[in-house]
């Protein structure tokens, strides 16, 4: 039998950290740009907006990351197009993004106080030009900390792409964990690269609270 070092470990491990860190760009990028849709939407004060992004938000928030990766992998298999484990890892985890980031970014805007609404309405500025010059400015500073912060969520969540054979860190992980019979090693080197990946994010996250928390005061 072969015998497998730690390094030879880490450097196949490595090698599957960089799809860990794709995949987590996609949906951060992408649940990003989708969330800002819908929260202009949602802002837009158009009849039925509101319900619709609030179903959209409770029924991603409200389901199992593990079963919208299920229904995207078989679904969109159902309207005949041949998926693959990357596309449908990808639009799951965009999706689920974007259900969290728009509810980040609602509570931000709504704490900006009325009365800039109302000046702003005062000013005879239309909704877009509402949003661009005087709420999305302000919001946008409360909002990045929260919003870093929840990237650690995301590429903690890439991990369950591996249930429909996306190859990222946890996937390879038990990939060479049968092959090694090194569960525990392996699985403490997968630990450890979800550490390096997820650690200076929440410090940057918290690092950036404590300077808007300085700031406002």
Known sequence: MVE???WDIL??????AQWTVYLSLIAFVGGGIVGMLLLVLRL????GADTFVGGYVQLFQGTPLLMQLFLAYFGIALFGVNTSAWVAASVALTLYTSAFLTEIWRGCV????????EASSSLALTFGEQLRHIVLPQAVKIAIPPTVG???QVIKGTALASVIGFIELTKAGTMISNATFKPFVVYSCVALMYFVLCFPVSLYAKSLERKMNAVRR
């Open 4 to 6: 497998f070092s730690v």
């Open 11 to 16: 450097r196949n491990l490595l090698g599957a």
């Open 44 to 47: 837009s004060k158009l009849r």
């Open 110 to 117: 709504a704490a900006i106080p009325k009365g800039q609404w």
């Open 150 to 152: 929840f990237l650690v």
